[in-house]
């Protein structure tokens, strides 16, 4: 099993920032990738960001792509965080962490792609 705690969330103005952190534990695998879900209100959960540990390849959605930041802890490296930046209203939702030992990239973006989630953390973006 694995284990993903997120941390990190809270309240900000727009245009303002925020770093999400989930602390990964449990069983490991040669392959991992933590992604980060969103999920708003009366929405699907959707993908923002994932990141391959074993070369440090990073993936974005169009929406966030030159504001948010996947990266892993220099020091702990099982600490995977979501720098935010330039933050808008409708970045507002829950923010999930979630782990992958999916081969092909193909399934990094697909929320299907993960088995192991965290509980979520709320980011509240007024404007």
């Known amino acids: 099993q694995v284990q993903l705690v997120e941390s990190g969330g809270g309240l900000v103005q727009a245009g303002g920032s925020l770093r999400l952190a989930c602390a990964v534990s449990?069983?490991?695998?040669?392959?991992?990738?933590t992604g980060w879900f969103r999920q708003a209100p009366g929405k699907e959960r959707e993908f923002v960001a994932a990141i391959r540990w074993s070369d440090g390849t990073t993936y974005y959605s169009d929406s966030v792509k030159g504001r948010f930041t996947i990266s892993r802890g220099n020091a702990e490296k099982t600490v995977v965080y979501l720098q935010m930046n330039s933050l808008k209203v409708e970045d507002t939702a829950v923010y999930y962490c979630?782990?992958?030992?999916?081969?092909?990239?193909?399934?990094?973006?697909?929320?299907?792609?993960?088995?192991?989630w965290g509980q979520g953390t709320q980011v509240t973006v007024s404007s």
């Open positions: 449990g069983r490991t695998f040669s392959n991992v990738v």
């Open positions: 979630a782990a992958s030992n999916r081969i092909s990239s193909t399934y990094y973006v697909m929320r299907s792609g993960y088995a192991w």
